[in-house]
């Protein structure tokens, strides 16, 4: 059984928007630094945005600020990515994943190295 499961993936025009959801079980959701990856064909995979599901603090790697936003909610194990303003560099596999820790400095590497879903696939085109 996957731990993770994501969906919410498609394919939208430069400009647009998805939200991607990822819902985990309770062992794996509480206190744990949760978040996304992705992987471009023939690029390596990069962190992309993380949340510390106990409190809420949240991580973006630089070129998503400002356009991508990290949620919970708690109720559900459940956490989501909201991606605005997508460009086609954006286009990617998206995997939802998860360490059962708080975030630290190099969340993505935590994120790399646990729990991970299957991926979801994002096109964005131009």
């Known amino acids: 059984q996957v731990p993770l499961v994501e969906s919410g993936g498609g394919s939208v025009q430069a400009g647009g928007s998805l939200r991607l959801s990822c819902t985990t079980s309770e062992s794996i959701y509480r206190g744990a630094c949760m978040g996304w990856l992705r992987q471009a064909p023939g690029k390596e995979r990069e962190g992309v945005a993380a949340?510390?599901?106990?409190?809420?603090?949240?991580y973006y790697t630089d070129s998503v600020k400002g356009r991508f936003t990290i949620s919970q909610d708690s109720a559900n194990n459940t956490i989501y990515l909201e991606m605005d303003s997508l460009k086609p560099e954006d286009t990617a596999v998206y995997y939802c994943a998860a360490d059962v820790q708080r975030c630290h400095d190099r969340w993505s590497l935590q994120l790399e190295y646990n729990y991970r879903g299957r991926g979801t696939q994002v096109t964005v085109s131009s």
């Open positions: 949340i510390y599901t106990n409190g809420g603090s949240t």
